[in-house]
């Protein structure tokens, strides 16, 4: 069993940065693909990045890709997602997700565990 819990969330102005976090209970974080998703009202829940039990590998949504990047600390139990130039749509609630395996996934259906996500908003 895993659980997870974000933080770093807030308002920021469009252009700004924030850095979210994801803390993970259990010995065995270091064998789990862990992933970011967000969903906006009235959206589907959506892949923005995610990365290998090792960090070696990482994978982003094209949105994203260039401005956003995940990184873990696997001695901290702790998965990170640096968000930069941050635009309006960026605005969801952000949630971290685990995965037994060593391997990430990008669909929400491949995530075992979830955190209880936190709210970003950017304003114009």
């Known amino acids: 069993q895993v659980q997870l819990v974000e933080s770093g969330g807030g308002l920021v102005q469009a252009g700004g940065s924030l850095r979210l976090s994801c803390a993970a209970s259990?010995?065995?974080?270091?064998?789990?693909?862990m992933g970011w998703f967000r969903q906006a009202p009235g959206k589907e829940r959506e892949f923005v990045a995610a990365?290998?039990?090792?960090?070696?590998?990482?994978s982003y949504a094209s949105s994203v890709k260039g401005r956003f990047t995940i990184s873990r600390d696997n001695a901290k139990n702790t998965v990170y997602l640096q968000m930069n130039s941050l635009k309006p749509e960026d605005t969801a609630v952000y949630y971290c997700?685990?995965?037994?395996?060593?391997?990430?996934?990008?669909?929400?259906?491949?995530?075992?565990?979830w955190g209880q996500g936190t709210q970003v908003t950017v304003s114009s």
């Open positions: 990365i290998s039990w090792s960090g070696g590998t990482t």
């Open positions: 259990g010995r065995t974080f270091s064998m789990y693909g």
């Open positions: 997700a685990a995965r037994s395996t060593a391997v990430f996934g990008t669909r929400p259906d491949e995530y075992n565990y």
